[in-house]
């Protein structure tokens, strides 16, 4: 078997455990083991070795990983740690977020020596402006520190289009999460210290050193610290697809090998006789290895460098043992190191957007070299039809601006402003305030590009988001772009480009006229659902948002919208003030156009949603052949927060919904006093998040549900839903799906019944928090 083959055939195995809806039992990596011996002893049935192996690699990873995750039995329980702090803190308005390595001595709890935690230490106070000396902001990289945190283990939302938290938690061997509990007892035990700690120091020298706002993406180019970047300025990196050069990239390691052989081989040139202890040449490779391994200690090991540096490896030990190696061999030798190290690597974008370029460039421009303004277009070409697929697959977008941006952005950022980025970092480390002057020359360089991406940010051609798309799209773009990047004789070419429509133009499967489909949105403790028709989208709430924290709109919200195919609201419900159900208007608005918002009476919220009208009893309109109708708060109803609620009736060809916001048993009994016949629904929201302050005995009776969602975070302190209320709707027969367990909940009324589908069951994962919770009891 070749390099590439076994690589393929690893990368094969790996994948196909990966994908399983549960981690591996005992037994089943035994007769994996098994094969792998057998097949060992048969030299024809290598790919078959490699498979096996591939398996049983990743089985072992993913089982010792989630075995690793605190325990169901500690969750929510205050520990007293020691350990150090690992990587470069984030420093926030009001917390401080940082990765934990507690200590792996017999005075911690046994489930957690030596694991990684993820931690954050909140305060009430401006730390940026107000207090410059909060204590939480002497969290330093390499420091270590004495604490109480209260944990849990790894757990996140999911939803369409949403980020899989639970699986950035599993590929970075998170044990838990949690926050610190009396702050004000934590100690320090010694100061920063290690690698990091350099980098942190570096990147606050880069700050002082440049007024500048651009001195933050100084500090993402020369040290991959991202930090200091706001969602402003990802946002303008998204629209023009410049986020793979804004971090460092294996072109920037590349750039410092190529100065480190270039520095060796000037010195064997001054000094001829150190050519009797080493040739040349081979100083140079070991050079060029010798500073790609220091750039990539300084940027962290992000997946780019180490892709890189795993590369220039190869080249340099076939340097320096006078072999020659073809570049698709050093690719796979590569990306097969990797694999071993670090097989879940497999989950992570970075891992197939670097070594799908790299493969795409190598297969199409194997003889580049020469003409570099030709070449560098050609690759820009095939970089960007190669790597599209894989871009609106994992990430459901795509720049329309992106081909352009970055014909200017390559060669400026990674030959102008990279260089003097990372001049300046060589002069600081030798002599304390040298590299001042290049990172300000390197801040006005990167000055004059910005405003342009800016601009183009702004223009039609900015981010176009794709709703989600069907297993197949995928590999029929990329076969698509495979036959188009043929050699031009290739016949076929025109009806290839057909086998990207289910990709850039996916079905949104939208509901038929008459139908209605409303879709529960995992927002934690808050609530967010979506009412789709034929051609129109109703929000019910837009979910929580905390002051300089989290946000369900920009997190939850408005991911799943783009991911449901919505282009714009026509209409924005928010049942009342309250935060958990109005606090992420603002996100939702900037991400997409609203024609008209309803609100309670009296809410206040007339500043913050402009042209907001009141949601009246009575009010009536009629989309698709489906019916929405509002049952409460009648005109002039005094603005009581939680009883103020709007209460909306969907009525379709199949059946209704009601959506209940947050009333109580006083307004669910005057609904079944002014109009009985109205509460009757298919589905019922279950009103307050399944407080027993909701669900009327009566009302649950009358309704005639099928089911009754409810929207509530895990673990919440209000412990949502109570087991009464939940008992109360199961008694007489409705299904209660609460999306801390289901996900986000898609509901659709048809001919056939109600139709119910959660996200957790529909993509099943092995690292899901959920099944392992499940499976532990």
Same mark, same amino acid.
């Given at each position: 078997?070749?390099?590439?083959?076994?690589?393929?055939?690893?990368?094969?195995?790996?994948?196909?455990?990966?994908?399983?809806?549960?981690?591996?039992?005992?037994?089943?990596?035994?007769?994996?083991?098994?094969?792998?011996?057998?097949?060992?002893?048969?030299?024809?049935?290598?790919?078959?070795?490699?498979?096996?192996?591939?398996?049983?690699?990743?089985?072992?990873?993913?089982?010792?990983?989630?075995?690793?995750?605190?325990?169901?039995?500690?969750?929510?329980?205050?520990?007293?740690?020691?350990?150090?702090?690992?990587?470069?803190?984030?420093?926030?308005?009001?917390?401080?977020?940082?990765?934990?390595?507690?200590?792996?001595?017999?005075?911690?709890?046994?489930?957690?020596?030596?694991?990684?935690?993820?931690?954050?230490?909140?305060?009430?106070?401006?730390?940026?402006?107000?207090?410059?000396?909060?204590?939480?902001?002497?969290?330093?990289?390499?420091?270590?520190?004495?604490?109480?945190?209260?944990?849990?283990?790894?757990?996140?939302?999911?939803?369409?289009?949403?980020?899989?938290?639970?699986?950035?938690?599993?590929?970075?061997?998170?044990?838990?999460?949690?926050?610190?509990?009396?702050?004000?007892?934590?100690?320090?035990?010694?100061?920063?210290?290690?690698?990091?700690?350099?980098?942190?120091?570096?990147?606050?020298?880069?700050?002082?050193?440049?007024?500048?706002?651009?001195?933050?993406?100084?500090?993402?180019?020369?040290?991959?610290?991202?930090?200091?970047?706001?969602?402003?300025?990802?946002?303008?990196?998204?629209?023009?697809?410049?986020?793979?050069?804004?971090?460092?990239?294996?072109?920037?390691?590349?750039?410092?090998?190529?100065?480190?052989?270039?520095?060796?081989?000037?010195?064997?040139?001054?000094?001829?006789?150190?050519?009797?202890?080493?040739?040349?040449?081979?100083?140079?490779?070991?050079?060029?290895?010798?500073?790609?391994?220091?750039?990539?200690?300084?940027?962290?090991?992000?997946?780019?460098?180490?892709?890189?540096?795993?590369?220039?490896?190869?080249?340099?030990?076939?340097?320096?043992?006078?072999?020659?190696?073809?570049?698709?061999?050093?690719?796979?030798?590569?990306?097969?190191?990797?694999?071993?190290?670090? *097989?879940? %690597?497999? !989950?992570? #974008?970075?891992? $197939?957007? +670097?070594?799908?370029? @790299?493969?795409?460039? &190598?297969?199409? /421009?194997?003889?580049?070299?020469?003409?570099?303004?030709?070449?560098?277009?050609?690759?820009?070409?095939?970089?960007?039809?190669?790597?599209?697929?894989?871009?609106?697959?994992?990430?459901?977008?795509?720049?329309?601006?992106? *081909?352009? %941006?970055? !014909?200017? #952005?390559?060669? $400026?950022? +990674?030959?102008?402003? @990279?260089?003097?980025? &990372?001049?300046? /970092?060589?002069?600081?480390?030798?002599?304390?305030?040298?590299?001042?002057?290049?990172?300000?020359?390197?801040?006005?360089?990167?000055?004059?590009?910005?405003?342009?991406?800016?601009?183009?940010?702004?223009?039609?051609?900015?981010?176009?988001?794709?709703?989600?798309?069907?297993?197949?799209?995928?590999?029929?773009?990329?076969?698509?772009?495979?036959?188009? /990047?043929?050699?031009?004789?290739?016949?076929?070419?025109?009806?290839?480009?057909?086998?990207?429509?289910?990709?850039?133009?996916?079905?949104?499967?939208?509901?038929?006229?008459?139908?209605?489909?409303?879709?529960?949105?995992?927002?934690?403790?808050?609530?967010?659902?979506?009412?789709?028709?034929?051609?129109?989208?109703?929000?019910?709430?837009?979910?929580?948002?905390?002051?300089?924290?989290?946000?369900?709109?920009?997190?939850?919200?408005?991911?799943?919208?783009?991911?449901?195919?919505?282009?714009?609201?026509?209409?924005?419900?928010?049942?009342?003030?309250?935060?958990?159900?109005?606090?992420?208007?603002?996100?939702?608005?900037?991400?997409?156009?609203?024609?008209?918002?309803?609100?309670?009476?009296?809410?206040?919220?007339?500043?913050?949603?402009?042209?907001?009208?009141?949601?009246?009893?009575?009010?009536?309109?009629?989309?698709?052949?489906?019916?929405?109708?509002?049952?409460?708060?009648?005109?002039?109803?005094?603005?009581?927060?939680?009883?103020?609620?709007?209460?909306?009736?969907?009525?379709?060809?199949?059946?209704?919904?009601?959506?209940?916001?947050?009333?109580?048993?006083?307004?669910?009994?005057?609904?079944?006093?002014?109009?009985?016949?109205?509460?009757?629904?298919?589905?019922?929201?279950?009103?307050?998040?399944?407080?027993?302050?909701?669900?009327?005995?009566?009302?649950?009776?009358?309704?005639?549900?099928?089911?009754?969602?409810?929207?509530?975070?895990?673990?919440?302190?209000?412990?949502?839903?109570?087991?009464?209320?939940?008992?109360?709707?199961?008694?007489?027969?409705?299904?209660?799906?609460?999306?801390?367990?289901?996900?986000?909940?898609?509901?659709?009324?048809?001919?056939?019944?109600?139709?119910?589908?959660?996200?957790?069951?529909?993509?099943?994962?092995?690292?899901?928090?959920?099944?392992?919770?499940?499976?532990?009891?």
């Amino acid at each position: 078997m070749t390099v590439l083959s076994s690589a393929l055939w690893l990368l094969a195995g790996i994948g196909l455990c990966l994908c399983l809806p549960a981690p591996p039992d005992g037994v089943l990596l035994s007769m994996l083991a098994v094969i792998l011996v057998v097949s060992m002893c048969r030299p024809h049935w290598r790919p078959l070795t490699v498979l096996c192996a591939g398996v049983l690699l990743a089985g072992l990873h993913a089982s010792w990983g989630l075995s690793r995750q605190l325990p169901v039995s500690m969750e929510h329980q205050v520990f007293s740690l020691t350990g150090r702090v690992s990587g470069m803190p984030m420093h926030e308005v009001r917390r401080t977020r940082f990765e934990f390595v507690v200590d792996d001595v017999e005075a911690m709890p046994k489930a957690l020596r030596g694991s990684k935690l993820r931690l954050a230490w909140y305060d009430d106070f401006d730390a940026q402006a107000a207090l410059p000396d909060a204590p939480r902001l002497r969290v330093a990289a390499g420091s270590r520190w004495a604490l109480s945190a209260k944990l849990r283990a790894p757990r996140g939302l999911r939803n369409p289009g949403g980020v899989d938290g639970e699986k950035h938690a599993f590929i970075d061997r998170i044990v838990a999460t949690g926050y610190l509990r009396a702050p004000e007892t934590a100690r320090e035990l010694r100061g920063a210290a290690g690698i990091d700690a350099w980098r942190d120091a570096m990147s606050q020298r880069i700050g002082r050193s440049v007024p500048q706002s651009s001195s933050r993406f100084l500090r993402a180019l020369a040290l991959g610290d991202t930090r200091g970047l706001a969602d402003a300025d990802w946002a303008i990196l998204r629209a023009n697809g410049l986020t793979h050069l804004i971090a460092i990239s294996g072109f920037h390691v590349g750039l410092v090998a190529g100065f480190f052989a270039l520095l060796a081989s000037a010195v064997w040139r001054l000094f001829p006789l150190l050519g009797r202890v080493a040739p040349r040449t081979q100083a140079a490779a070991l050079g060029a290895l010798s500073g790609a391994a220091l750039y990539a200690a300084m940027a962290g090991f992000a997946l780019p460098t180490v892709r890189t540096l795993l590369m220039i490896a190869v080249v340099a030990v076939a340097r320096m043992s006078r072999r020659a190696w073809r570049p698709w061999s050093a690719v796979a030798l590569s990306a097969l190191v990797m694999l071993v190290v670090d *097989p879940l %690597a497999v !989950l992570t #974008a970075g891992f $197939w957007l +670097s070594f799908g370029g @790299v493969a795409w460039l &190598l297969w199409c /421009l194997p003889d580049a070299g020469g003409r570099p303004v030709r070449d560098f277009l050609s690759a820009q070409a095939v970089a960007t039809a190669g790597l599209l697929p894989l871009t609106v697959a994992l990430f459901g977008q795509a720049s329309l601006a992106g *081909p352009f %941006a970055n !014909l200017l #952005a390559i060669p $400026w950022w +990674s030959l102008v402003v @990279v260089p003097l980025s &990372l001049l300046g /970092l060589g002069l600081e480390a030798l002599q304390p305030g040298w590299g001042g002057w290049a990172w300000r020359l390197a801040a006005w360089a990167f000055d004059l590009s910005w405003w342009l991406f800016g601009w183009l940010a702004e223009s039609p051609l900015a981010l176009w988001w794709l709703p989600e798309i069907r297993w197949y799209a995928l590999p029929l773009a990329l076969f698509s772009a495979f036959w188009c /990047l043929l050699p031009r004789a290739v016949p076929g070419k025109p009806l290839a480009l057909l086998l990207w429509l289910p990709l850039l133009w996916p079905d949104r499967a939208a509901p038929e006229a008459g139908e209605i489909e409303i879709v529960v949105i995992d927002v934690g403790q808050g609530l967010s659902v979506l009412a789709r028709t034929a051609n129109h989208h109703l929000l019910y709430d837009v979910g929580p948002a905390i002051p300089d924290g989290f946000d369900a709109g920009e997190r939850a919200v408005v991911p799943a919208l783009h991911a449901l195919g919505a282009r714009g609201l026509d209409a924005v419900v928010l049942s009342h003030a309250d935060n958990d159900h109005a606090g992420g208007y603002e996100s939702v608005s900037a991400g997409f156009p609203i024609r008209r918002a309803l609100a309670p009476e009296g809410s206040g919220l007339s500043d913050r949603v402009p042209g907001v009208r009141d949601c009246r009893t009575g009010m009536t309109w009629t989309w698709d052949g489906v019916r929405f109708r509002f049952l409460h708060p009648s005109p002039h109803f005094p603005y009581l927060r939680n009883e103020s609620s709007c209460v909306l009736r969907i009525e379709s060809r199949h059946g209704a919904v009601l959506l209940t916001g947050d009333i109580g048993h006083v307004i669910e009994r005057g609904l079944l006093r002014h109009d009985r016949a109205s509460v009757r629904a298919e589905v019922v929201l279950m009103a307050h998040h399944g407080s027993d302050s909701s669900s009327d005995p009566g009302f649950v009776a009358e309704t005639g549900a099928r089911f009754a969602p409810v929207s509530a975070g895990y673990g919440n302190r209000f412990r949502h839903p109570k087991p009464a209320v939940i008992e109360r709707w199961r008694y007489r027969g409705v299904r209660t799906p609460v999306t801390a367990e289901t996900g986000a909940q898609r509901l659709r009324l048809t001919a056939a019944g109600v139709v119910y589908e959660d996200e957790r069951s529909r993509r099943r994962r092995l690292w899901d928090a959920v099944a392992r919770r499940a499976r532990a009891k």
